[in-house]
């Protein structure tokens, strides 16, 4: 099975601080595999624990809303 991998700059919504997030994004499943802190002013490619983990409630598949997948 191939997988399509895509590398996705986003900013953490847990609080103000604002930092940016790098996803590791499986095209082809619609799922986030991983993440790590983007370089930026705000974080400087660091991330704390909220940040590192805590993008997994949007694997969700109970969520009851769908997501907004485009502006
Ligand atoms: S990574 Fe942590 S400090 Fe940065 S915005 Fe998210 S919750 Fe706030």
């Known amino acids: ?3 399509t991998y895509e590398k ?3 900013v953490c ?3 103000g601080s604002g930092c940016q997030i790098e996803f590791t994004v499986d095209k082809k499943a619609n ?3 991983s ?3 983007a ?3 705000t974080n400087e490619g660091r991330l704390c ?3 590192f983990y805590g993008w997994d409630y949007l694997n969700d598949p109970q969520l009851l809303t769908r997501r907004i997948t485009s502006p």
Do not use: D, E, F, H
Request: aromatic share 4%.
């Open 1 to 3: 099975m191939q997988t």
């Open 8 to 10: 996705v700059v986003s």
């Open 13 to 15: 919504s847990y609080c």
């Open 31 to 33: 799922r986030i595999i």
């Open 35 to 37: 993440a790590k802190g």
């Open 39 to 41: 370089p930026g002013r």
């Open 49 to 51: 624990l909220k940040g």
